[in-house]
């Protein structure tokens, strides 16, 4: 007597569609740019010497990147010091942004997902994935979740196997 056993892939089924974040954000290094090496004593950034320095910079080292720029020590940076390094920075770097490496990370899935279609999520079971090898912002989780809500019929976090309902459209 044979047995024929027939594996059924219930989550295939489901009409579940799996969304990872992680495909939306650019790809690219992130680097960050600390103009805390410009002060001098740690404390005063002098515009002659930060002026040559920009002059000086090998500004073609950001070709491609995407670049935050921030200030770690406690210092008080004019504006146009920033606005010297943006305009130094702009024709090599893909981005340019004022912060740390979270404000950049969350400032860059922010404009990828304003580029979001939403519609292909009209009317659908969306699994937004929890886990996974790219760490995501938690701004990026809420702005999606947020679009998601005024189309999907259901949202879903986790794995297909394994999910947390977060929202599900009444009838």
């Known amino acids: ?32 740019y600390d103009i805390k090496d410009n002060l001098f ?14 002059k000086s910079h090998d500004w073609q080292q950001y070709k491609g990147k995407y670049v935050g720029i ?35 990370e969350t400032l860059l899935y922010e404009r990828a997902l304003d580029g979001v279609d939403m519609e292909r999520y009209r009317d659908q079971r969306v699994v937004v994935k929890g886990c996974g090898d790219i760490p995501i912002p938690e701004s990026a989780f809420i702005k999606f979740t947020a679009k998601l809500t005024k189309v999907a019929k259901s949202i879903m976090y986790g794995e297909p196997c ?10």
Not at 94 to 104: E, K, N, P, S
């Open 162 to 171: 394994s999910t947390v309902p977060v929202f599900k459209r009444k009838s």
């Open 70 to 104: 921030t200030c770690s020590a406690d210092a008080i940076i004019p504006t146009w010091a920033y606005m010297l390094l943006a305009n130094s920075l702009e024709p090599y770097a893909q981005d340019v942004a004022f912060g740390d490496a979270d404000t950049l």
């Open 41 to 54: 004593h740690g404390l005063i950034l002098r515009e002659k010497d930060f002026r040559e320095f920009v």
């Open 1 to 32: 007597m044979e047995i024929q056993e027939h594996i059924v892939n219930k989550v295939a089924q489901s009409g579940l569609i799996t969304v990872d974040l992680a495909d939306f954000g650019p790809r690219g290094e992130r680097v960050i």
